[in-house]
């Protein structure tokens, strides 16, 4: 079934001015229209296209559209569509208001003065004027919705892109709201975006999916200029840069491009870049803004700032700390007056500092930069912008925002005093309207939406009376009928949280006026219940008919139903099979009240009102037992669709078969026979199978039509349709999911297949049904039988409001009185009609606000739910009837605890009575058991529990241990010391280790392989030295022997005769080339006087060169923070020589830290040891004091004790007895602090830190002899009492005197034992203090060392930082200089080739003068035919032979035309030649030699190969100095480069030497270092002062000394210098002076004699013809060597056989040498053995020796060996008999010598080869080859 158009779309004529001209302006302005569209059809989805109507038709002239052209308004804007021949009026319903804003739409603010703003309402364009508060609208002109709305730079026009198939682009005039302009063909489906540039010639538009486009319009004459597919996804803005129109920006999802307009060959076309993300997170792009120097600075989806340049992200922006620059994404940014302005979904509006923006760069790694915003503003809470624009009003700024939360706002952005608070001018609904209903008695109407808001409106006055807010969005709505509130004041809502809250509106007005108060607002809403029947959100409110009962649906699959009374009481909940659509109580025409609930998944139920009385809710609130009837949708519309094919295709053939018999009559009436052959049917198409789609088709909204029946209206596949469906009245007991119920009447609604109807509502009357489309479109279909029927829905009107792509219409309600209708939708709009015409609605009609209940001052606010996960109605039941079975349960269990109490004190009574009696009476133990089996089940129930225990604490058992091994690795085991403390014995002193981690190996890894390195390098050159030493010698002695052998034993007569004929030639020629040397000499030595004249700036290398030197090594103190200041190269510092400074640093540190730690463990040891010899000498003097009086014994010293923090080794020793100790600790720690807390409990600590060590703590070996010592004391007094006990006799005089001296020893022993403890703890006391000052200065130096570890750190962080650019600068700088060698290299090699092509050509030009010179001789004096032969060697015959040829060939045209000119001056020739005489140069003539005659032939061939050759090798050296001449041009642009790089990376040097001069560096200085004094006094400041060593100040001061004396000698210097250039300016004159005397002299002369001056040089270099006098010598000595050669071959076979024999008897001794050898070497083996097993004692002091004897003896070894190998292979050589015998020995030799690094030996060295006879290569040429 094919849809009808929504609305009726006309033609766009224009309007018609009074002038003719313009009616031919609207023909050419339409032809052109068309033959866009003509052009859309072909065009490219990507490739931009230049659309110029001047290259398709140059021939055709094109007009230009008037500047005063409009088009009609009323001729192009969409209207309603009516069914043809229906009556239904056009006017049916007329816009009246629009209470609704889009703010979820990108851009949807627009103001063009300072009282109007404009954005788009579904299908309209709302102009709001701000100070009458009133709207005038714009329609579409297709009727698909509005996609941008866009300003001309002037606010003289704007533009709006539009929705639908091929929509158009309107441009409008401002304020006269005509239209001007019609663009069209820019999009295939909408338009998204646009945009004007800064001079308004040109407008950029977007289209969306599914094409994408971007268009450049010439706007003002409707054309096209450019297009292009912008990206493959969506495309949220275009903008034109501000600074040069030819570049665009496009972004949006997950992309941004930079566009330009190029100039191409075929045209001008738009290239886009797309920008590339990198390593940054790819991010939708909302808003960005063009720069002035070209780059883009864009926002992202988590509130940074991107900076692209050149297409790739440069820097990204943040604030301080690393925070976004927005809490969320950036949705605009403006470049405002100098000053960049960023507008963030936060709330915020930041200012930043454009200048500092625009030069960011990255600093380090991570590409962020922090910068700080230069003035922000907090717009408000709970705000959200997205979009601003900036307007002018009394010549102030004013700012228009747009909040996506629903309102607009008026903001000063001047950041001053003076500087308003945001005003927020208008609130709307945010998002998404979700219901509306109408006040059942007034013109009052209520929406809600998930922006959690309720608000009121009176659509009579068309404003907002009041708002309410909540925590969670509103979800479902109804205004309570009039039966039950009859004033109209109650509302119902449904929230999202399942909370259902009753409200209540009403007139603060009627409430008394308390003191101080003023009820001046229109409505207030009052919140009188709330109560949580669902766990999901609401979906659905319905009032009984008779308001005695509400039903509520919800998503969570429930209908609870509620009492209406003053306060709503629960009566039950019943479970339905899906989420609740749509709720619908039986209208009062039905005889029960019945509730019909649609669910969305296809199932419809129908339920009677439950009765309060009829159900018990003790328990729960769900009624099971509840009447219901099911019907379940089952799909039909496949099989509605077959059958229409059915039809379709039976209603062809009918009319076929009617076809066929009219023809045939015809030609029977014709008198025509027919003879009827039977047809062949065609082969029809397979029907297409029933479809049922898996997934129910969603129901959107239905309404009963009679008791049990009723219309279902559906999306999806099902859609299309109304359908009249009808309960089963005997299948209750199915089950509902296995139902499949079909409807028994079917309706097709046109155009519904993909656009169905979502609400449906009816008036009062019913005589009109409402319908909301999917589409935003509004439709009304008249009922005149107020059934529905096939024929009644046949004709309708329709007209698009909402927008068309997300505007599906959310709710539709007309006014009690049917005089309004009111519509709501998915794009956030509202908007009220008038039904009928507007002249209908009377002015005098006003809303009337319900008046407050009576007491409602008085009542105490309700309870709200604000919690949203607050549990429900039915939960709050289960929850207590839980509490109360658990409160049951616990009672029985307190009952049977008191009945086992009662039962152990039995039992015990028992026990005691059993004590009490006699044993033999008592019961044992055993005997109570009943049954010994039940313990033995109860321990083995122990042991598995704890078994079980054990395994599930076995995973944390091994995690715990685990965490401890790694807390050991990660804080123990890394620590190379602990830190130990150790405390002086008799003072406060103490000295602790450093606490060092272990260093890592890294730090520690050498590198001792340089030396090797060296000394392989070292003996590498040796062994080359010693080779080339070898070599040379042997070349030497080579020499002399082919010198010796040269030498001719005999000469011959003839062979004298030869030598004095060379030799009168070589003194002629010795003689003229002296002369020419001599000359040459001369004007050489010449030549280089004068290139040694210095020029008048030459400077004396040696002085420049010890300039530089001193230059380089002396002093320059300039200081670094100079302008001037340049960093040294040995200076220059980067990363990662920083990087050993700091790893140099370190280890060093560590190493004295680690030596001071092994210093003061040691001193640690030393007090083990000493309180050890304490504790000895101690029990010694206890017990020598046993047999002293106790007057007599000294004061026992004090045993020292070790501290905790001495001994932090033991911390880590622990049993478990320790452990259960420390836990016991631990728990009594945890008891007392729960006590006394706050109580002081330092006493405690400090009493338990000074207690004396236990046993435990101390050393076990030290406890162990303490006992022992104890034990021995002990014993000895016990037995000294015994004795005195028992010898109770008086002593004698000599025991007397023994007991005299013992007593004496005594006293002495202890002295000596007290003074030798004294002096251990003194001097270990002594020992520490001693140390201890050693570590201070060490603390010092290691502060020093911190302190410059952190400077130089410091420094690493900067060098890290600028190394990446230094690296690119050093990197370019080698890439420069290599590039410059290569260059340089092929420069020689092109100087080379010249040099080698300029020898050619001389050779050449050589060569034909010898030519033209044999000519001549063998021409002879007087020859009568020389003119002849001249003629016939200079002719050019061949050479223009060869060129006719090239010519026929088709050669270039360049050599083509040289072709024809050379031929033709051969032509020309020989024409000449003509002219005196017939010439011939084929026939030798009459009386001419024969022979000379052929020789001038050839000479003329040889002529023109050498002019060939020299022709060629002249174009050769050409294009090598073409190419030479090309590259040095490079070459100098390479070598400013170079010198251009250089210098930045010198700049560069300078820029980060600055960079580390900004870091503090601290000079810990002693006052006495301090010389800086200002009166005396030291300066608070230091800021002007500079730290020097002394050695450095010293030199200075010596330096400034022998500087004063090195200049008073280099004045002597000077000055002695300038007489002696005084000196020589004078002889030089003189010198002139006579040479031109001498000039004048020698001329006279010349002229005297000669008659004229002579060259003579040219004289001197005269000589006679050598070549001919050596071409003689040269035929005689031929004809001797001629005659010679057979007598030579015969003795050179002789003396080769002679050698043979000696070669081979040389063979024979030198194998008898090479046995002795071996045997040698046996010997020398078997010696080597003895040596290493003889091992004696003996042999020890002379090991070094026979280690060198053996080396000897091995290196003699490994010579024999390569003496053996050579001889071998001279004996295989010898073996060949041929004729190359001395060559293959020569390269033997020379092997050997590259085999040996030293000489051989003398006998080694002589070889046969002085008898061999050298022949010489022309000899060995010409001999015939031997048998």
Same mark, same amino acid.
């Given at each position: 079934?094919?849809?009808?158009?929504?609305?009726?779309?006309?033609?766009?004529?224009?309007?018609?001015?009074?002038?003719?001209?313009?009616?031919?302006?609207?023909?050419?302005?339409?032809?052109?229209?068309?033959?866009?569209?003509?052009?859309?059809?072909?065009?490219?989805?990507?490739?931009?296209?230049?659309?110029?109507?001047?290259?398709?038709?140059?021939?055709?002239?094109?007009? +230009?559209?008037?500047?005063?052209?409009?088009?009609?308004?009323?001729?192009?804007?969409?209207?309603?569509?009516?069914?043809?021949?229906?009556?239904?009026?056009?006017?049916?319903?007329?816009?009246?208001?629009?209470?609704?804003?889009?703010?979820?739409?990108?851009?949807?603010?627009?103001?063009?003065?300072?009282?109007?703003?404009?954005?788009?309402?579904?299908?309209?364009?709302?102009?709001?004027?701000?100070?009458?508060?009133?709207?005038?609208?714009?329609?579409?002109?297709?009727?698909?919705?509005?996609?941008?709305?866009?300003?001309?730079?002037?606010?003289?026009?704007?533009?709006?892109?539009?929705?639908?198939?091929?929509?158009?682009?309107?441009?409008?005039?401002?304020?006269?709201?005509?239209?001007?302009?019609?663009?069209?063909?820019?999009?295939?489906?909408?338009?998204?975006?646009?945009?004007?540039?800064?001079?308004?010639?040109?407008?950029?538009?977007?289209?969306?999916?599914?094409?994408?486009?971007?268009?450049?319009?010439?706007?003002?004459?409707?054309?096209?200029?450019?297009?292009?597919?912008?990206?493959?996804?969506?495309?949220?803005?275009?903008?034109?840069?501000?600074?040069?129109?030819?570049?665009?920006?496009?972004?949006?999802?997950?992309?941004?491009?930079?566009?330009?307009?190029?100039?191409?060959?075929?045209?001008?076309?738009?290239?886009?870049?797309?920008?590339?993300?990198?390593?940054?997170?790819?991010?939708?792009?909302?808003?960005?803004?063009?720069?002035?120097?070209?780059?883009?600075?864009?926002?992202?989806?988590?509130?940074?700032?991107?900076?692209?340049?050149?297409?790739?992200?440069?820097?990204?922006?943040?604030?301080?700390?690393?925070?976004?620059?927005?809490?969320?994404?950036?949705?605009?940014?403006?470049?405002?007056?100098?000053?960049?302005?960023?507008?963030?979904?936060?709330?915020?509006?930041?200012?930043?500092?454009?200048?500092?923006?625009?030069?960011?760069?990255?600093?380090?790694?991570?590409?962020?930069?922090?910068?700080?915003?230069?003035?922000?503003?907090?717009?408000?809470?709970?705000?959200?912008?997205?979009?601003?624009?900036?307007?002018?009003?009394?010549?102030?700024?004013?700012?228009?925002?747009?909040?996506?939360?629903?309102?607009?706002?008026?903001?000063?952005?001047?950041?001053?005093?003076?500087?308003?608070?945001?005003?927020?001018?208008?609130?709307?609904?945010?998002?998404?309207?979700?219901?509306?209903?109408?006040?059942?008695?007034?013109?009052?109407?209520?929406?809600?939406?998930?922006?959690?808001?309720?608000?009121?409106?009176?659509?009579?006055?068309?404003?907002?009376?009041?708002?309410?807010?909540?925590?969670?969005?509103?979800?479902?709505?109804?205004?309570?009928?009039?039966?039950?509130?009859?004033?109209?004041?109650?509302?119902?809502?449904?929230?999202?949280?399942?909370?259902?809250?009753?409200?209540?509106?009403?007139?603060?007005?009627?409430?008394?006026?308390?003191?101080?108060?003023?009820?001046?607002?229109?409505?207030?809403?009052?919140?009188?219940?709330?109560?949580?029947?669902?766990?999901?959100?609401?979906?659905?409110?319905?009032?009984?008919?008779?308001?005695?009962?509400?039903?509520?649906?919800?998503?969570?699959?429930?209908?609870?139903?509620?009492?209406?009374?003053?306060?709503?009481?629960?009566?039950?909940?019943?479970?339905?099979?899906?989420?609740?659509?749509?709720?619908?109580?039986?209208?009062?025409?039905?005889?029960?009240?019945?509730?019909?609930?649609?669910?969305?998944?296809?199932?419809?139920?129908?339920?009677?009102?439950?009765?309060?009385?009829?159900?018990?809710?003790?328990?729960?609130?769900?009624?099971?037992?509840?009447?219901?009837?099911?019907?379940?949708?089952?799909?039909?519309?496949?099989?509605?669709?077959?059958?229409?094919?059915?039809?379709?295709?039976?209603?062809?053939?009918?009319?076929?078969?009617?076809?066929?018999?009219?023809?045939?009559?015809?030609?029977?009436?014709?008198?025509?026979?027919?003879?009827?052959?039977?047809?062949?049917?065609?082969?029809?198409?397979?029907?297409?199978?029933?479809?049922?789609?898996?997934?129910?088709?969603?129901?959107?909204?239905?309404?009963?039509?009679?008791?049990?029946?009723?219309?279902?209206?559906?999306?999806?596949?099902?859609?299309?349709?109304?359908?009249?469906?009808?309960?089963?009245?005997?299948?209750?007991?199915?089950?509902?999911?296995?139902?499949?119920?079909?409807?028994?009447?079917?309706?097709?609604?046109?155009?519904?297949?993909?656009?169905?109807?979502?609400?449906?509502?009816?008036?009062?009357?019913?005589?009109?049904?409402?319908?909301?489309?999917?589409?935003?479109?509004?439709?009304?279909?008249?009922?005149?039988?107020?059934?529905?029927?096939?024929?009644?829905?046949?004709?309708?009107?329709?007209?698009?409001?909402?927008?068309?792509?997300?505007?599906?219409?959310?709710?539709?309600?007309?006014?009690?009185?049917?005089?309004?209708?009111?519509?709501?939708?998915?794009?956030?709009?509202?908007?009220?009609?008038?039904?009928?015409?507007?002249?209908?609605?009377?002015?005098?009609?006003?809303?009337?606000?319900?008046?407050?209940?009576?007491?409602?001052?008085?009542?105490?606010?309700?309870?709200?739910?604000?919690?949203?996960?607050?549990?429900?109605?039915?939960?709050?039941?289960?929850?207590?009837?839980?509490?109360?079975?658990? +409160?049951?349960?616990?009672?029985?269990?307190?009952?049977?605890?008191?009945?086992?109490?009662?039962?152990?004190?039995?039992?015990?009574?028992?026990?005691?009575?059993?004590?009490?009696?006699?044993?033999?009476?008592?019961?044992?133990?055993?005997?109570?058991?009943?049954?010994?089996?039940?313990?033995?089940?109860?321990?083995?129930?122990?042991?598995?529990?704890?078994?079980?225990?054990?395994?599930?604490?076995?995973?944390?058992?091994?995690?715990?241990?685990?965490?401890?091994?790694?807390?050991?690795?990660?804080?123990?085991?890394?620590?190379?010391?602990?830190?130990?403390?150790?405390?002086?014995?008799?003072?406060?002193?103490?000295?602790?280790?450093?606490?060092?981690?272990?260093?890592?190996?890294?730090?520690?890894?050498?590198?001792?392989?340089?030396?090797?390195?060296?000394?392989?390098?070292?003996?590498?050159?040796?062994?080359?030295?010693?080779?080339?030493?070898?070599?040379?010698?042997?070349?030497?002695?080579?020499?002399?022997?082919?010198?010796?052998?040269?030498?001719?034993?005999?000469?011959?007569?003839?062979?004298?005769?030869?030598?004095?004929?060379?030799?009168?030639?070589?003194?002629?020629?010795?003689?003229?080339?002296?002369?020419?040397?001599?000359?040459?000499?001369?004007?050489?030595?010449?030549?280089?006087?004068?290139?040694?004249?210095?020029?008048?700036?030459?400077?004396?290398?040696?002085?420049?060169?010890?300039?530089?030197?001193?230059?380089?090594?002396?002093?320059?103190?300039?200081?670094?923070?100079?302008?001037?200041?340049?960093?040294?190269?040995?200076?220059?510092?980067?990363?990662?020589?920083?990087?050993?400074?700091?790893?140099?640093?370190?280890?060093?540190?560590?190493?004295?830290?680690?030596?001071?730690?092994?210093?003061?463990?040691?001193?640690?040891?030393?007090?083990?040891?000493?309180?050890?010899?304490?504790?000895?000498?101690?029990?010694?003097?206890?017990?020598?004091?046993?047999?002293?009086?106790?007057?007599?014994?000294?004061?026992?010293?004090?045993?020292?004790?070790?501290?905790?923090?001495?001994?932090?080794?033991?911390?880590?020793?622990?049993?478990?007895?320790?452990?259960?100790?420390?836990?016991?600790?631990?728990?009594?720690?945890?008891?007392?602090?729960?006590?006394?807390?706050?109580?002081?409990?330092?006493?405690?600590?400090?009493?338990?830190?000074?207690?004396?060590?236990?046993?435990?703590?101390?050393?076990?070996?030290?406890?162990?002899?303490?006992?022992?010592?104890?034990?021995?004391?002990?014993?000895?007094?016990?037995?000294?009492?015994?004795?005195?006990?028992?010898?109770?006799?008086?002593?004698?005089?000599?025991?007397?005197?023994?007991?005299?001296?013992?007593?004496?020893?005594?006293?002495?022993?202890?002295?000596?034992?007290?003074?030798?403890?004294?002096?251990?703890?003194?001097?270990?006391?002594?020992?520490?203090?001693?140390?201890?000052?050693?570590?201070?200065?060490?603390?010092?130096?290691?502060?020093?060392?911190?302190?410059?570890?952190?400077?130089?750190?410091?420094?690493?962080?900067?060098?890290?930082?600028?190394?990446?650019?230094?690296?690119?600068?050093?990197?370019?700088?080698?890439?420069?200089?290599?590039?410059?060698?290569?260059?340089?290299?092929?420069?020689?090699?092109?100087?080379?080739?010249?040099?080698?092509?300029?020898?050619?050509?001389?050779?050449?030009?050589?060569?034909?003068?010898?030519?033209?010179?044999?000519?001549?001789?063998?021409?002879?004096?007087?020859?009568?035919?020389?003119?002849?032969?001249?003629?016939?060697?200079?002719?050019?015959?061949?050479?223009?032979?060869?060129?006719?040829?090239?010519?026929?060939?088709?050669?270039?045209?360049?050599?083509?035309?040289?072709?024809?000119?050379?031929?033709?001056?051969?032509?020309?020739?020989?024409?000449?030649?003509?002219?005196?005489?017939?010439?011939?140069?084929?026939?030798?003539?009459?009386?001419?030699?024969?022979?000379?005659?052929?020789?001038?032939?050839?000479?003329?061939?040889?002529?023109?190969?050498?002019?060939?050759?020299?022709?060629?090798?002249?174009?050769?050296?050409?294009?090598?100095?073409?190419?030479?001449?090309?590259?040095?041009?490079?070459?100098?642009?390479?070598?400013?480069?170079?010198?251009?790089?250089?210098?930045?990376?010198?700049?560069?040097?300078?820029?980060?030497?600055?960079?580390?001069?900004?870091?503090?560096?601290?000079?810990?200085?002693?006052?006495?270092?301090?010389?800086?004094?200002?009166?005396?006094?030291?300066?608070?400041?230091?800021?002007?002062?500079?730290?020097?060593?002394?050695?450095?100040?010293?030199?200075?001061?010596?330096?400034?000394?022998?500087?004063?004396?090195?200049?008073?000698?280099?004045?002597?210097?000077?000055?002695?210098?300038?007489?002696?250039?005084?000196?020589?300016?004078?002889?030089?004159?003189?010198?002139?002076?006579?040479?031109?005397?001498?000039?004048?002299?020698?001329?006279?002369?010349?002229?005297?004699?000669?008659?004229?001056?002579?060259?003579?040089?040219?004289?001197?270099?005269?000589?006679?013809?050598?070549?001919?006098?050596?071409?003689?010598?040269?035929?005689?000595?031929?004809?001797?060597?001629?005659?010679?050669?057979?007598?030579?071959?015969?003795?050179?076979?002789?003396?080769?056989?002679?050698?043979?024999?000696?070669?081979?008897?040389?063979?024979?001794?030198?194998?008898?040498?090479?046995?002795?050898?071996?045997?040698?070497?046996?010997?020398?083996?078997?010696?080597?053995?003895?040596?290493?097993?003889?091992?004696?004692?003996?042999?020890?002091?002379?090991?070094?020796?026979?280690?060198?004897?053996?080396?000897?003896?091995?290196?003699?070894?490994?010579?024999?060996?390569?003496?053996?190998?050579?001889?071998?292979?001279?004996?295989?050589?010898?073996?060949?008999?041929?004729?190359?015998?001395?060559?293959?020995?020569?390269?033997?030799?020379?092997?050997?010598?590259?085999?040996?690094?030293?000489?051989?030996?003398?006998?080694?060295?002589?070889?046969?080869?002085?008898?061999?006879?050298?022949?010489?290569?022309?000899?060995?040429?010409?001999?015939?080859?031997?048998?």
């Amino acid at each position: 079934m094919e849809a009808a158009p929504e609305e009726s779309k006309t033609s766009l004529p224009k309007e018609s001015s009074t002038a003719e001209e313009q009616e031919e302006e609207v023909e050419q302005v339409e032809s052109d229209i068309e033959n866009i569209d003509a052009e859309d059809v072909l065009e490219e989805e990507d490739n931009s296209e230049v659309l110029l109507e001047a290259q398709k038709k140059p021939e055709k002239v094109e007009k +230009k559209i008037s500047e005063t052209f409009f088009y009609n308004y009323e001729d192009i804007y969409s209207r309603p569509f009516v069914t043809e021949d229906s009556g239904i009026p056009i006017n049916l319903l007329t816009l009246k208001h629009s209470f609704g804003y889009d703010c979820t739409r990108s851009v949807n603010l627009l103001p063009m003065d300072s009282k109007t703003l404009i954005y788009i309402a579904g299908n309209q364009v709302v102009l709001l004027d701000l100070k009458t508060k009133s709207q005038s609208y714009i329609r579409s002109s297709g009727g698909g919705g509005i996609g941008f709305i866009t300003a001309h730079p002037t606010k003289q026009y704007f533009a709006v892109g539009e929705k639908g198939k091929k929509p158009n682009l309107i441009i409008y005039d401002y304020p006269s709201l005509r239209p001007y302009r019609i663009l069209q063909g820019g999009t295939e489906e909408a338009y998204v975006f646009g945009d004007f540039n800064d001079a308004g010639t040109l407008l950029a538009s977007i289209g969306s999916s599914p094409d994408y486009m971007l268009t450049i319009w010439d706007w003002k004459q409707e054309k096209i200029v450019l297009r292009s597919k912008a990206f493959s996804q969506d495309v949220y803005k275009v903008t034109f840069s501000a600074d040069n129109e030819e570049q665009l920006t496009t972004s949006g999802v997950g992309h941004i491009r930079f566009w330009k307009m190029a100039l191409t060959f075929t045209g001008l076309k738009l290239q886009g870049a797309l920008g590339r993300f990198g390593k940054t997170a790819v991010t939708d792009i909302i808003g960005y803004v063009e720069l002035p120097d070209g780059k883009v600075i864009s926002g992202t989806e988590w509130g940074n700032l991107l900076l692209w340049e050149g297409g790739l992200i440069k820097v990204e922006l943040c604030r301080a700390g690393h925070k976004p620059c927005h809490s969320g994404p950036v949705s605009q940014l403006i470049l405002d007056e100098g000053e960049l302005v960023t507008v963030g979904k936060d709330g915020f509006i930041r200012i930043w500092n454009f200048e500092a923006i625009d030069a960011a760069d990255s600093v380090d790694d991570t590409g962020l930069l922090e910068v700080e915003p230069m003035n922000e503003l907090h717009v408000g809470r709970n705000v959200s912008l997205s979009f601003m624009s900036k307007i002018h009003d009394s010549g102030q700024p004013v700012w228009y925002a747009q909040d996506t939360n629903g309102a607009i706002w008026k903001l000063d952005l001047t950041f001053s005093n003076m500087t308003h608070d945001p005003e927020c001018l208008y609130t709307f609904h945010s998002g998404r309207i979700e219901a509306v209903s109408v006040s059942p008695i007034t013109y009052l109407m209520a929406t809600t939406a998930l922006d959690r808001s309720v608000r009121i409106f009176d659509f009579i006055s068309n404003s907002e009376l009041s708002e309410i807010k909540f925590k969670q969005g509103g979800t479902a709505l109804m205004w309570a009928p009039h039966v039950v509130n009859p004033k109209g004041g109650l509302i119902a809502v449904g929230f999202e949280d399942g909370v259902v809250r009753i409200i209540e509106v009403y007139d603060p007005k009627g409430l008394p006026v308390l003191a101080g108060q003023n009820n001046t607002q229109n409505a207030e809403i009052n919140l009188k219940q709330a109560f949580k029947p669902h766990a999901a959100a609401v979906t659905a409110l319905a009032y009984e008919r008779n308001g005695d009962v509400l039903a509520t649906g919800s998503k969570d699959k429930t209908v609870f139903f509620f009492a209406v009374e003053d306060e709503y009481k629960p009566i039950g909940f019943i479970c339905v099979p899906g989420p609740v659509q749509a709720l619908q109580w039986s209208p009062p025409s039905h005889v029960k009240s019945t509730l019909l609930i649609l669910c969305e998944n296809g199932f419809v139920l129908q339920v009677p009102a439950p009765l309060p009385e009829e159900h018990d809710t003790v328990s729960t609130y769900q009624i099971k037992n509840l009447p219901t009837q099911y019907f379940h949708f089952y799909s039909i519309k496949s099989r509605i669709k077959l059958e229409e094919e059915i039809a379709l295709r039976e209603k062809k053939k009918q009319e076929k078969e009617k076809e066929r018999l009219e023809w045939i009559k015809r030609q029977q009436e014709m008198g025509k026979e027919i003879e009827e052959e039977p047809e062949e049917e065609p082969q029809e198409e397979p029907l297409p199978p029933l479809y049922i789609p898996e997934e129910p088709s969603p129901i959107l909204c239905g309404f009963y039509s009679s008791p049990g029946k009723f219309w279902l209206s559906l999306g999806g596949y099902d859609s299309g349709f109304l359908y009249h469906c009808e309960f089963s009245s005997n299948d209750h007991q199915e089950d509902p999911e296995n139902r499949q119920d079909e409807p028994f009447e079917v309706i097709p609604i046109e155009g519904t297949d993909n656009n169905p109807i979502h609400r449906i509502s009816f008036c009062t009357s019913r005589l009109l049904m409402f319908c909301g489309m999917q589409n935003g479109a509004l439709r009304v279909y008249p009922l005149k039988d107020k059934d529905l029927t096939v024929n009644t829905l046949k004709e309708y009107w329709s007209f698009n409001v909402h927008d068309n792509g997300y505007g599906q219409i959310q709710g539709i309600c007309s006014s009690h009185d049917d005089r309004f209708l009111i519509t709501c939708g998915g794009d956030g709009n509202i908007f009220s009609f008038n039904i009928l015409s507007p002249e209908d609605v009377h002015k005098e009609l006003k809303a009337k606000i319900p008046s407050p209940r009576s007491g409602l001052e008085k009542e105490k606010a309700a309870e709200d739910i604000e919690d949203p996960d607050a549990d429900n109605i039915e939960e709050v039941k289960q929850k207590k009837e839980y509490e109360r079975k658990m +409160k049951e349960a616990e009672g029985k269990k307190k009952k049977k605890r008191e009945e086992l109490i009662a039962l152990r004190h039995e039992f015990l009574l028992l026990l005691q009575k059993n004590q009490e009696l006699p044993k033999h009476m008592q019961l044992h133990r055993e005997q109570y058991e009943m049954d010994h089996r039940i313990f033995e089940e109860l321990e083995r129930q122990t042991a598995q529990r704890i078994q079980s225990v054990q395994k599930e604490l076995a995973w944390e058992h091994e995690k715990h241990l685990i965490g401890l091994q790694k807390l050991q690795n990660q804080f123990r085991d890394s620590l190379e010391f602990e830190t130990v403390v150790v405390h002086a014995i008799q003072s406060n002193h103490q000295i602790s280790t450093y606490r060092l981690l272990a260093m890592s190996e890294k730090y520690y890894q050498e590198c001792p392989s340089w030396k090797k390195t060296v000394l392989k390098g070292e003996w590498k050159e040796a062994e080359k030295k010693i080779i080339r030493e070898t070599r040379r010698s042997d070349d030497r002695i080579f020499e002399d022997e082919v010198e010796e052998l040269k030498m001719p034993e005999i000469r011959k007569p003839t062979t004298r005769y030869i030598e004095s004929k060379r030799k009168q030639i070589r003194r002629i020629v010795e003689k003229s080339d002296k002369v020419k040397a001599k000359i040459m000499k001369r004007k050489a030595e010449w030549d280089e006087l004068y290139e040694s004249k210095p020029s008048d700036d030459y400077e004396n290398p040696k002085d420049v060169e010890d300039i530089r030197k001193a230059q380089e090594n002396m002093g320059c103190y300039e200081l670094k923070t100079a302008t001037n200041y340049r960093v040294p190269e040995h200076k220059h510092m980067n990363a990662a020589k920083k990087v050993m400074q700091l790893t140099s640093l370190e280890v060093l540190t560590h190493k004295k830290k680690v030596n001071m730690n092994k210093e003061i463990m040691s001193l640690r040891d030393l007090k083990v040891s000493i309180i050890d010899e304490i504790k000895c000498l101690v029990q010694e003097l206890k017990s020598i004091q046993a047999a002293l009086d106790l007057s007599e014994r000294l004061p026992l010293p004090l045993i020292p004790q070790l501290h905790p923090d001495e001994v932090p080794e033991k911390k880590f020793e622990y049993d478990s007895d320790i452990l259960l100790k420390f836990k016991e600790e631990q728990e009594a720690k945890a008891k007392l602090q729960e006590k006394l807390e706050g109580s002081p409990s330092s006493d405690v600590l400090r009493h338990g830190f000074l207690r004396a060590p236990s046993i435990k703590e101390i050393d076990p070996m030290a406890q162990v002899a303490g006992t022992q010592a104890m034990e021995i004391a002990s014993s000895v007094v016990t037995e000294q009492r015994k004795v005195l006990g028992t010898e109770k006799a008086e002593p004698t005089e000599m025991e007397l005197e023994i007991l005299k001296r013992e007593k004496i020893k005594n006293l002495y022993l202890q002295e000596t034992l007290v003074k030798k403890i004294n002096a251990l703890v003194i001097n270990f006391d002594a020992e520490l203090r001693f140390l201890r000052h050693k570590k201070l200065k060490l603390d010092v130096q290691m502060k020093s060392a911190d302190l410059r570890y952190i400077t130089w750190y410091e420094e690493l962080l900067i060098l890290k930082n600028l190394e990446k650019h230094e690296n690119l600068l050093q990197e370019h700088i080698n890439n420069l200089i290599s590039e410059q060698e290569d260059m340089q290299s092929k420069l020689n090699s092109y100087l080379a080739q010249m040099e080698d092509r300029k020898c050619e050509i001389v050779k050449l030009q050589e060569c034909e003068k010898a030519l033209y010179a044999n000519f001549q001789a063998s021409l002879g004096e007087g020859n009568e035919f020389a003119h002849f032969l001249t003629k016939v060697l200079k002719k050019k015959i061949e050479c223009t032979e060869k060129k006719e040829v090239e010519r026929e060939a088709g050669e270039e045209d360049e050599n083509e035309e040289e072709n024809d000119e050379e031929s033709s001056l051969g032509i020309d020739e020989e024409n000449s030649g003509s002219e005196d005489e017939v010439f011939d140069d084929t026939v030798c003539p009459n009386n001419c030699s024969e022979a000379l005659f052929q020789n001038t032939i050839q000479l003329r061939q040889k002529r023109l190969d050498i002019e060939k050759a020299l022709t060629e090798e002249k174009k050769v050296a050409a294009d090598l100095k073409k190419k030479y001449n090309a590259l040095v041009k490079k070459a100098k642009v390479v070598e400013i480069s170079l010198n251009t790089t250089e210098k930045e990376l010198e700049t560069f040097q300078w820029e980060k030497q600055q960079r580390l001069n900004d870091l503090y560096v601290v000079v810990p200085l002693k006052l006495h270092q301090v010389e800086y004094l200002v009166n005396g006094e030291m300066p608070s400041d230091f800021s002007q002062a500079l730290v020097f060593t002394n050695q450095t100040l010293e030199y200075l001061q010596r330096r400034i000394v022998d500087l004063r004396n090195e200049k008073i000698m280099q004045r002597e210097i000077y000055k002695v210098a300038q007489e002696q250039h005084k000196q020589l300016v004078q002889d030089k004159k003189e010198m002139e002076t006579e040479i031109r005397r001498l000039e004048e002299k020698c001329n006279h002369l010349m002229m005297k004699k000669f008659g004229r001056l002579v060259d003579f040089e040219a004289v001197q270099a005269h000589s006679v013809n050598i070549h001919m006098e050596e071409l003689k010598v040269q035929i005689m000595q031929k004809e001797y060597e001629h005659s010679l050669e057979l007598k030579e071959w015969e003795e050179r076979i002789l003396d080769l056989r002679q050698q043979l024999m000696k070669l081979t008897k040389e063979n024979t001794s030198k194998l008898q040498q090479l046995n002795q050898f071996c045997l040698e070497k046996q010997q020398l083996e078997t010696k080597l053995t003895s040596l290493k097993n003889d091992l004696g004692a003996e042999f020890q002091d002379t090991r070094t020796t026979a280690i060198k004897e053996k080396a000897r003896l091995e290196s003699r070894l490994k010579h024999m060996a390569r003496d053996t190998a050579l001889l071998k292979e001279e004996i295989h050589l010898l073996s060949r008999k041929d004729g190359c015998l001395r060559e293959e020995l020569a390269l033997l030799r020379r092997k050997n010598e590259c085999l040996f690094l030293q000489p051989s030996l003398p006998q080694d060295s002589e070889t046969p080869t002085e008898s061999f006879p050298v022949l010489k290569p022309k000899a060995v040429a010409n001999s015939p080859s031997l048998p």
